[in-house]
DNA sequence: TTTTACTATGCATATGTATGCAAATTGGTT
DNA sequence: AACCAATTTGCATACATATGCATAGTAAAA
């Protein structure tokens, strides 16, 4: 340890906090000012039913006056439902998850619904954390993680609560799913690196057992088949700088003639330019790098890394559309929906047809 | 646009949706089963009564056999409490808040409380947000974000939320607040920066505005000051790369005698970095940066980033201690937790005393 | 066995809103 | 003015749990 962690406390004589034991007013409050009935009130805050202008604007004044606010809980108890949405991610330290984090908020907040937030630290949920979101009779509740286990899936689905899985794809699920065309991108990429004359190829993905890297990877290999590469290296990180960081330098050491690697997320790709430059080789002139996601960083100056793009807002807006319609109980076969995204070029992929 | 972004949607014939009306089982069910009354079997999930052990078992069984959990809703209704925790961001994208997110979910996790997730766009938490947290009736409320407004505070705190502000400290909150030591971390780093011999200073700050900038300036200063150097360049960013290599290559360009830049975060910093460096310089060799936060990328092998720690769990730590205390209704005065950092070096500092 | 003291349990009710049904009001038509 | 249809409103109840109070149950003491 450095310096050692101290802490000091200051306690202020502020004003003492306000403790007023502040009156809680009902509907029923509202309606005994706004002389009319607690359904009235009701009536007039859930918003399906008609109310006479007159009654509605005595009623709105009244509410106003007593600063009155609908109790979630009791109409949760009463409607079966909430407007809470449970978001299940895994590594929200991870870029790529923070920004879908925020536009999966941004959607739903709009909608008025409120995110319960869940990050799993490992592939699998808690037990806890899945009854608490059935506790709390969450409408709706997206799985977005490429890791995640399948179990958790089904624990809502039994329970009657609407899922739309982020991000992932395994076949036998019975939830609604919407991501990247993994396979189609990869293919996209491998034919951009092969053009760009490129015959070395190194693939530094993510977990092995996962669908992402399974397509990406039957992808890849399908184009290099086709076009007479038989070799490829490929190694498994963890979606990780530092698993690009570490496979990239054994990869380079052992084996000089690779001439382009491509990672698994943008995160591996930048550990892998990082390593190479550290090897003392230049990207892209001795290697190429690609990456995948398009997130912020992948375009910092030090970088400038050619990548692919998630269609972000895209895919978000279908997931939020599909996971409405299922909370709205249309509930039909789950749809696979898939997304193309496009290819970001930057300066990390040399064209080596010089000549 | 580039290609064009299309989609197509495959409907799978899977099983189709298990659409079974599962009963909804209620603490009377269980009772029934087990033989005993409602209350019972509330005192036993409550678990603040004491049942004796046989009927314990008995209702924990027919739980089981049910697969019983307590109605979030109806609970809350009654205590007029629930489990959940409002958090409230602004940039979630910034790595910093990113972890701070994490680490607070694990805490709150393991204590049985639940996050809602709000993310601000701008400088002030939006009224529907607010009013929806008050609707269910959040245990709490923790504002993580140097920028967002007071108002919001106050409109908690009206109604009886607790709420512990993290990261930021306004004189005249009646909150209790957990913040890092800006002005002695701030004074720390000018001192390292004089004791290797820098004497042309720029500081690039986040919005002047707010408590954290405004400490740190103070604590600069002071340091400069007292060893005589009266010249600062201070600009003002917004916490992103962007304006961080903005006003860093303007600095540059302007003036050609600045040896070292304090950046106001760590993105910041990485930013002053890549324009330093875009400009043809070298760091640290003709100008040094410093950052603040230690984020996971500082570390990364392209920028080695010599920066502040701040003690990020600990902070978390007790900010959920004080917000517990708060909502278990120990209402005492405000409290100011001010904890300190530690500069964490690596190769963004040159020492210039060579010699 | 009876009394006492204490614990465990059940009864009844409260929490705040939504909604089916019946009653009341409104407005238009004759 | 009277009637009818259509719309608005109120009454009463349900949602699922927690808890004060009274009572039943148990064990210890006399």
Redo the contacts with the bound molecule.
């Keep these: 340890m450095f310096f050692s962690i101290q802490v000091y406390i200051f306690v202020f004589e502020f004003m003492s906090k306000s403790n007023i034991t502040k009156k ?1 007013y ?3 409050d509202v309606a005994e000012l706004a ?6 009130v ?2 007039v ?2 918003g ?5 202008e ?2 509605r604007n005595q009623i709105m004044e009244a509410a106003r006056k007593l600063n ?4 979630a809980h ?2 949760s ?4 439902r909430s407007m809470l949405i449970g978001i299940v991610m895994r590594t929200i330290r991870n870029p790529f998850y923070s920004a879908v984090l925020e536009i999966f908020h941004n959607r739903f907040s709009a909608l008025g619904y409120h995110l319960i937030f869940i990050n799993s630290e490992n592939e699998h949920i808690e037990e806890s954390e899945i009854h608490k979101l059935l506790e709390y009779n969450v409408a709706g509740v997206i799985i977005s993680d490429a890791l995640l286990t399948q179990d958790a899936e089904e624990r809502f689905r039994e329970n009657g609560i609407a899922v739309v899985i982020f991000n992932r794809y395994a076949d036998n699920s019975a939830n609604s799913v919407v991501l990247c065309d993994n396979y189609l991108s990869a293919k996209q990429i491998a034919t951009y690196l092969l053009k760009t004359g490129h015959r070395h190829f190194a693939y530094i993905s993510g977990p092995p057992h996962t669908s992402i890297s399974q397509d990406r990877l039957r992808g890849f290999r399908e184009v290099l088949d086709e076009n007479g590469v038989s070799k490829l290296h490929l190694e498994a990180g963890d979606y990780t700088y530092d698993s690009g960081f570490q496979l990239a330098q054994e990869l380079m050491m052992n084996n000089k003639d690779i001439d382009c690697i491509f990672g698994g997320n943008d995160i591996i790709a930048l550990g892998v330019m990082d390593a190479i430059r550290n090897l003392g080789f230049d990207v892209p002139h001795d290697v190429s790098v690609i990456g995948f996601d398009n997130i912020r960083m992948s375009n910092w100056t030090s970088y400038n890394l050619t990548t692919w793009e998630q269609p972000l807002e895209g895919m978000v807006d279908n997931t939020v559309a599909i996971l409405l319609e299922e909370i709205n109980g249309k509930i039909g076969k789950p749809k696979k929906l898939v997304m193309k995204g496009r290819l970001v070029i930057r300066n990390t992929v040399r064209n080596r047809n010089a000549g």
Excluded: C, E, M
């Excluded at 399906?48 to 006479?52: A, D, E, L, Q």
């Design positions: 809680h009902t509907s029923h002389g009319v009935s607690q359904a009235t009701s009536r805050f859930a399906n039913t008609k109310v006479s007159k009654k009155y606010r609908p109790n009791a109409r108890l009463i409607t079966r």
